[in-house]
């Protein structure tokens, strides 16, 4: 599903117009007819419609006319002038008054109550105040209008965006409507995807109108969520004859004194994801209870004479899980930044010793993978978790692409991006919240790479097939560990092959 900024969908829209000939009215109407299929006319018979001026007033206006057709009782509302509705508005207007739809203007104080009356009558209220047109704070009649719906619908569908929500940032603009759905066109829009805009949209509902892939194609700037079909296009069945060597060779770096825990699961979740050979290099003080945990890998500690070449001859490498935030994870992860030929994934304490050190990235000869969560990536940007919160698809562009990386920025709808190309990951939910998931998450991608898989996709299809595994779990469990997913990894990759 691809996602695009609202000045995005208005280009993608404007050359339609202007360069296809498809008249916006056509389009409006397109869009019209999807929010219809979008509406349960089974159920709801009673309709309060509410427009602004504007296009996305157009399109409100469209939909109670067919809702009109279909003998549904309509009550319709025109906030502002019928002297400033747009072109296409206009036209659509002009329709439901020849068809002697009685179409009641909200202007001031009375009218609103008139509105109260209307909604609380009413089975489902459909918003057409703003869409993606707001570019200020909502004031005065419209103000109260919002507030009135959303303190007396029943049930409220927006259309293509809450009124009120900005659809870039996700932010309120002062006041916004709380809907049940909201049936958006074409893009997922990027403000969709800011924390606690869900209780703002409901169910989001994206649909086409239209519009030529290739349009598309032409303005949209590589963000997509991913998708089921994504990883069952992706994912490579093994090859008749494939041995272990086939499979990848990949050195996991992790543990120290009193963490034998993250060592253990970033390890066998490289395992578990299909590695051919796995090695695990940790401290000597837990050596012990590591390797009598592990029974297919390698365990070996930091001062073996093999760690130089088991980072010179790995096909991927994992660094950090459980290290500790120190001078001797900081040293060990600038040693293999320099030696290493393979892509490397740094998590955790591999990440916290780039606070201040972030040039050394720079000096990689592959790929290098940074999977922090808000708080890692805090400390080492310097940005506010706040900020972070806010600006979550921007910073962490704007991150890789001044690093030269590729960031999977974690949390819901964890962000993948390699600087230009951002994907976002559509599975996970808080019942996996909890200790070594990041772990979990970091051994699946060291295993993917050294599958074969590229950086950029081996993160991505780890990001999607560990939540998927979560979300399978927690449908009969409260919360779901790090260790219960270990053990569906495997199952869940075999059922995305054979789906």
Known sequence: MKIASCEISRKIDSYCINNLGIPGIV???????????????????????????????????????????????????????????????????????????????????????????????????????????????????????????????????????????????????????????????????????????????????????????KVIDKFYEKKFIIEEKNIKENLIKRKKYGHKGTYGKVLIVSGSKGFSGAPYICTEAAVKSGSGLVNLVCHKDIYEVVASKLVEAMVFTYEDSIVESLIEKSNSIAIGPGMGNNSYTKGFLEKIIKKSNCPLIIDADGINALKDNLDILKKAKSDIILTPHFGEFSRITGYSIEDISKNRLKLAKEFANKYGVILLLKGYNTIITDGESLIINSTGSSAMASGGMGDCLTGMITSFIGQGYSSMKAAYLAAYIHGYTGDKLAKSMFSVSASDVLKEIPISIKEFQYK
């Open 27 to 213: 389009l409006m109407e397109n869009a019209v007819l999807k929010v219809i299929d979008n509406i349960d006319l089974n159920n709801y018979h009673n309709f309060v419609v509410v427009c602004g001026s504007g296009n996305n007033g157009g399109d409100g206006l469209g939909v109670a006319r067919h809702l009109y057709t279909l003998n549904k009782n309509v009550k319709v509302f025109l906030i502002g002038s019928s002297k400033k509705l747009s072109n296409d508005c206009k036209v659509n207007y002009e329709i439901l008054k020849n068809m002697k739809v009685n179409i009641t203007k909200v202007e001031n104080i009375e009218d609103v109550t008139n509105l109260r009356d209307a909604i609380n009558k009413s089975d489902m209220v459909i918003d057409s105040i703003f869409g993606t047109g707001i570019t200020r704070d909502v004031a005065g009649v419209y103000d109260s209008v919002i507030s009135i719906i959303n303190e007396n619908s029943k049930y409220t569908l927006s259309i293509d965006v809450p009124s009120g929500l900005n659809g870039d940032t996700g932010e309120v603009q002062g006041n916004c409507i709380k809907a049940n759905k909201t049936v958006s066109f074409q893009l997922y829009k990027e403000g969709f995807l800011n924390y606690g805009t869900d209780k703002f949209t409901g169910k989001i509902v994206v649909t086409s109108i239209g519009i030529p892939e």
